[in-house]
């Protein structure tokens, strides 16, 4: 047995900041090597961020990936941190080199080379060795086969006389492939770097998906993954060391950036490995296993420190904790400081309100309460209550003037407006004082809509719950929305300070106040009831037949999914926001505008 | 050698309109028959339409694509039709069938079958012979890895005495598959059926494809696109046949719907086919070629009638018919009347009316001046004299009232508006009251933003130029709408009629108007040197260095790609519009909105 201290850095890198990202990486290997890691991983892609996108086609940025590699290496080496092995995710060109070259092809063509989803060993100032990732995710949010070549190499590195073979992320979620290779080399450590966004429930099986791994390689599994958020994905960490059996040895926070240590009593490889020397040999799956010593000190007895093994939260906690992080990073990384978006002491703004509190502190948060003459006072007094719970800025600013410049102007013009036009006006004319409230002060507005409203098309495009950069609830249910104010206010109370949000709106039945006691109800069924058959559509993609043999009222599962249907024009324009859920509106489905199907 | 008279239907189907495309394919099953035709093709996915998106992951929808398929193939028959062989593209269920259930899965994961985008070929009431498409498509607009599974299959149908093999679309585009099995099938014809979606110079690429394939096939090939548009794609049609040395004998006109009927005279097959016989024959490139007899009808002498081969037209006059056929598929398959946008007197606008006019007929278009205290006399005069030109309805919903209402309540809010916060209120204003108009009438809000002012986000994100369902020339680079708008004013004159788009509109200097003379050159480099920087960038993705390298001015150029850079977010929520180009923005150019990657 040989004994080696590996470092995890779930780190959060941002796209497209390749020296931020590299400035990170080093300051991670700083700290390993403080502690004494034998071998620190990064995140895939940590280099470049993850997803990057249609950046991987464009060759300048591929040059610079592989330019910012090579410049890593020499400055860990620089700074003492040499001889420790890193292993770090970028982009790397693939078999043909990404030119920058050639002019635009005459008409749509798949790329000449395709770029390879990398990681590289850095040592000793270079790349000791690179492979790319085998399984490609093409479903839900992903479209790597849009972007990479698949790679088809296992490295296994030598360190301190144990064998290190290195998957990345899909690699340990599909059958086969590194992880049937890392076994048949008899590895003593599979490594695998991931950037895999979070779902709620992707804890639980991945930390499964990790026991069954481990079993299958027949050696310890080291899993690192990024936290932080990217546009509509966030990724959560959860970073996990099982032995070879699938015990749990430690694992690290969600939605946390930390540095993870874990020493571990692994079985030390058979034979020399000399210096500088490469071997393959061809694994029965097809694969290439490519071996490679970093290092050839032996391993010394050292006092081991235990795993720390972080407690899950509850999954309130968790999807609450997705979304301040979702909502803090799209602010930070787009370069904004303060956010704005209509108060209307209902419970979607209020959610947004607190979640926007602990993400970037109440002082830089912006609640515009936006009365109608339909407004009801309870509806001001709760978003001003709210306001003074949390600290935020509070402002009102009442539309009446403004509806009513509009609606003299039309009906001068032969065309007065009524009923869901009237109503709409209103919405819209809050989101457009929003919008050039933003424009004056330099606010990023955001959305309050939740999951069921942007599902039925319950919300008027360009209003307030609209519009903006950043849609923080987009993907809660109304259900689950209900759900997350209650459990934050309970929270609050745990820590002993005041619930933020005003019981009012949260046991307030759901209205609009677009017109004298509108309730959310006139128009659409009971949410507990709409957002079970929401997630059997929409999440489970099932048919109308297969939802109404649960026991649904066929009248009702029919109106709902042609709701659902009709409202994708909708969608399409709607900002982005933190995906949740197994299946977000946005990039995990994609469904025509033009779409004449009806279920049924 | 035998004779053979095909039909090509060049139709014009609507994504998920099952009942309402299988009713075009009987008619003009129905009319090939009537023309003495021997073998109907019909475009790839004709009975679904393309692209179907995820409906392809429904179990549901697939179902009632098999359904629809069983179902036209006996109405087929029952209509008397039964004895022509008629090809069809439809969706089908892969290897293993794709069940409606079972209920979502705890976390996103690739599906558990996959469908294929297949052909039949229909024949006596039923499903003579099923194959799938062989290469997908995975780059641009295309996902088809996420959708399909790849067929293997090449089949070959002897009809009167000629075997003729199919292929579907992409089969025709990538080296090997289909092409290299049709030739060492000897097939006497190869048939391709298609959804190529529309891009300027496709259709010489095309032809010089298809003579090329033809070739290495050694067969004639007859082609059979789709035309008309689905959401931001519009097919053109210009279907084709050619004969083994590249010779072309027959091609349909673009955007236009219509039956192709050519006579061939083709090798004859040799040995005879047993009715009812199917054998399989590997290929030497791992396919299967499976030979199966439509008919043992010999071949009869007839008067063969020469193909008609439709002129090319002027690439201006093709682009035109591009944004009138996406336009008028939009509004119509999608149950609109009418069309509302803002008419500025700006060229922009006044395109935009034009193209309006054209694809639905001036009484169903809404041209609204919304001048301002900037707007000047001209502008009024010029938007005025377009609707007068053309037909459509006009009105004038001035703007200052509702302007003032929102300057006084910010600024007893404390938030006076000023510069750009003030320009865009303006803009938006604009936008708001088409809203209302449309809700109150039941318009289409038409976006007229053009592709220059969308690539560097010069415009105000929810003004008149932004907002609405569909953006007719959002792929329309700005100095080509002005060459759009003289082409089709020295078309009117070429038939006798007035230029519909007053020459000032065309002249004068492009300005927003939301300042006292203000003009876009105040902030934006020429256009023309614009628009070359961002065909290089956007359309040929070539990095800054490579752009520089051509002469433009470095700091120009540095400029120009950040603001294309930083207009991301704006992009993500602009209305659909037809795609024109080899890269529109939208789902063929997918960047990251948070996004820190600078060129240069």
Redesign the interface.
């Known amino acids: 047995m040989a004994q080696l201290r590996i470092a995890l850095a779930q780190m959060n890198s941002?796209?497209?900041?390749?020296a931020?990202n590299a400035e990170s990486i080093r300051r991670y290997a700083a700290e390993a090597r403080q502690a004494g890691a034998h071998l620190l991983a990064v995140p895939e892609m940590a280099l470049t961020?993850y997803?990057?996108?249609?950046?991987a086609?464009?060759?300048?940025?591929v040059q610079?990936s592989r330019a910012a590699l090579a410049d890593l290496a020499r400055a860990l080496d620089a700074a003492g941190c040499g001889d420790l092995p890193v292993v770090v995710g970028y982009l790397d060109h693939g078999s043909a080199p990404a030119e920058?070259?050639p002019?635009?092809?005459?008409?749509?063509?798949?790329?000449k080379s395709r770029p390879q989803d990398a990681a590289a060993v850095l040592f000793r100032g270079g790349v000791l060795i690179s492979s790319a990732k085998h399984h490609l995710?093409?479903?839900?949010?992903f479209?790597e086969?849009?972007y990479f070549a698949s790679g088809n190499v296992l490295p296994v590195v030598r360190v301190r006389g144990v064998d290190v073979a290195i998957a990345i992320c899909e690699d340990l979620?599909?059958d086969g492939g590194p992880v049937a290779a890392c076994a048949e080399a008899g590895a003593g450590l599979l490594l695998s770097i991931n950037a895999s966004p979070y779902?709620l429930?992707?804890d639980?099986?991945r930390y499964a998906l990790l026991q069954c791994r481990a079993r299958e390689a027949g050696c310890a599994l080291a899993y690192v993954n990024m936290v932080g958020?990217?546009?509509e994905l966030v990724f959560d960490g959860d970073s996990m060391v099982v032995d070879a059996d699938g015990g749990l040895l430690a694992r690290a926070g969600q939605f946390t950036e930390e540095l993870v240590l874990v020493d571990l009593d692994l079985p030390a490889a058979a034979g020399a490995a000399e210096p500088g020397s490469v071997t393959d040999q061809p694994a029965s799956n097809g694969m290439t296993i490519r071996r490679v010593p970093a290092t050839v000190e032996a391993a010394e007895p050292y006092p081991a420190v235990p795993g720390v093994i972080t407690p899950r939260v509850d999954d309130r906690a968790e999807v609450y904790a997705a979304l301040v992080t979702g909502l803090r990073?799209?602010v930070r990384?787009?370069g904004f400081r303060t956010v704005v978006f209509g108060l209307s002491g209902g419970i979607d703004s209020a959610l947004t309100a607190v979640i926007s509190c602990d993400a970037i502190g109440p002082d830089n948060v912006y609640g515009v309460s936006l009365p109608s003459r339909y407004s009801s006072e309870h509806s001001k007094d709760d978003a001003a209550q709210l306001a003074r719970n949390t600290g935020m800025h509070y402002?009102?600013?009442?539309?009446g003037?403004?509806v009513?410049?509009?609606l003299?102007?039309?009906a001068d013009?032969g065309?007065?407006?009524?009923g869901?036009?009237d109503e709409?006006?209103q919405a819209?004319?809050r989101?457009?004082?929003l919008?050039?409230?933003s424009?004056?002060?330099g606010h990023l507005v955001l959305a309050p809509g939740n999951k069921s409203e942007l599902a039925v098309g319950y919300s008027t495009?360009?209003d307030a719950g609209s519009?903006g950069?950043y849609a923080p609830i987009k993907d809660v249910a109304k259900t689950l929305v209900w759900e997350l104010a209650r459990w934050r206010n309970a929270h609050a109370l745990e820590l002993g300070l005041t619930p933020p949000i005003p019981v009012n709106s949260i046991e307030k039945p759901p209205s609009a106040e677009l017109r004298p006691d509108q309730k959310d109800s006139d128009s659409l069924p009971d949410y507990e009831l709409l957002d079970q058959i929401l997630?059997?559509y929409v999440?489970?993609?099932?048919?109308?037949?297969?939802i109404i043999e649960r026991g649904f009222d066929p009248a009702l599962v029919r109106r709902i999914l042609g709701l659902i249907d009709r409202a994708e024009?909708k969608r399409?324009?709607?900002?982005?926001g933190t995906k949740i859920s197994?299946?977000a509106f946005g990039r995990?489905?994609?469904?025509?505008?033009?779409?004449?199907?009806?279920?049924g």
């Open positions: 941002t796209v497209g900041d390749l931020g961020g997803p990057v996108e249609d950046l086609l464009r060759g300048s940025f610079a920058p070259g002019p635009k092809a005459a008409v749509s063509a798949p790329p995710p093409n479903y839900g949010v479209d086969y849009r979620w599909q779902e429930n992707k639980d099986v958020g990217q546009d990073d799209y990384k787009n402002e009102v600013l009442p539309i003037n403004m009513e410049a509009y003299k102007t039309l013009l065309a007065p407006l009524t869901v036009a709409n006006l819209r004319v989101g457009t004082a919008m050039a409230l424009n004056q002060r495009i360009y519009i950069g997630d059997l999440e489970g993609d099932q048919g109308m037949a297969a024009y399409r324009q709607f900002p982005p197994v299946k995990d489905r994609r469904l025509p505008i033009t779409n004449r199907w009806q279920e």
